[in-house]
């Protein structure tokens, strides 16, 4: 959290506006946001966009943030940025969020804004906590985990690497978030999700066992 400038790096995610949000109230430049894929930009008309085949060579110095939710997603776009020869991923947590001083924070994460992480907690690497979310004390959010608006984290959970909590969704204390699971907006969990599995209602009970894993994750050299 340390970048003075960045780059973007996936303008077609809806979330590049609250990092574009983020990195003004952090005093961070963004130097350019790259469209990787076709189609539209949701950067805001103050970034520069550019082409994934047409950015200057002095970009790829510079940090990236990642905005996109889905695991699969972000970790495609990383691979992406890897094979242009990006170096490393800047992590940014909203100054109006709240981090505990014991917290600990890998490479390229995201925290929106007004969410609060508790003590003792460990954000992996690129995992995204969206806005106003609560991870509480002794949670482990493996890497790649994506943690939707609203949703609460009670205590001492585990989540497993590239599961999805979605909005508003309620876990309760000393639960295992299985690997690849998917937890539904809404659903208040009062069991352990088993890996790979996505889960509904209240109480939320398993609809799907079959979900795909995450693939293999690059890394960047520096990360």
């Given amino acids: 959290m340390s970048a003075s400038s960045l780059v973007i790096f996936g303008v077609g995610a809806p979330l590049t506006v609250d990092v574009e949000e983020t990195c003004a109230r952090l005093g961070i430049e963004i130097a350019a946001g790259v469209r990787n894929l076709p189609g539209r930009s949701f950067a805001s008309g103050a970034v ?52 505990a001083r014991s917290a600990a924070v890998g490479h390229g994460v995201y925290v929106n804004a007004g969410c609060t992480i508790g003590g003792a907690a460990s954000i992996g690497d690129f995992v995204l906590v969206n806005r106003a979310a609560s991870v509480g004390h002794h949670t482990r959010l493996r890497e790649f985990v994506s943690i939707g608006p609203g949703a609460v984290l009670t205590g001492s959970i585990e989540v497993g690497r590239g599961a999805v909590i979605g909005a508003g969704a309620v876990v309760l204390p000393e639960l295992e978030i299985g690997a690849g699971a ?21 109480p939320a009970r398993v609809v799907r066992s079959d979900l795909p894993p995450l693939g293999r994750s690059p890394r960047l050299p520096e990360s």
């Fill in 182 to 202: 998917m937890v539904g907006a809404g659903s208040v969990v009062t069991q352990s999700v088993p890996a790979g599995s996505l889960v509904v209602g209240n």
């Fill in 48 to 99: 520069t966009v550019v082409e994934v085949d047409r950015f200057a060579d002095a970009l790829r110095a510079l940090p990236i943030a990642l905005p996109l939710f889905t695991p699969a997603h972000r970790r495609s776009a990383l691979e992406h940025a890897c094979r242009l020869g990006f170096k490393r991923a800047e992590s940014l947590i909203d100054p109006t969020s709240a981090l």
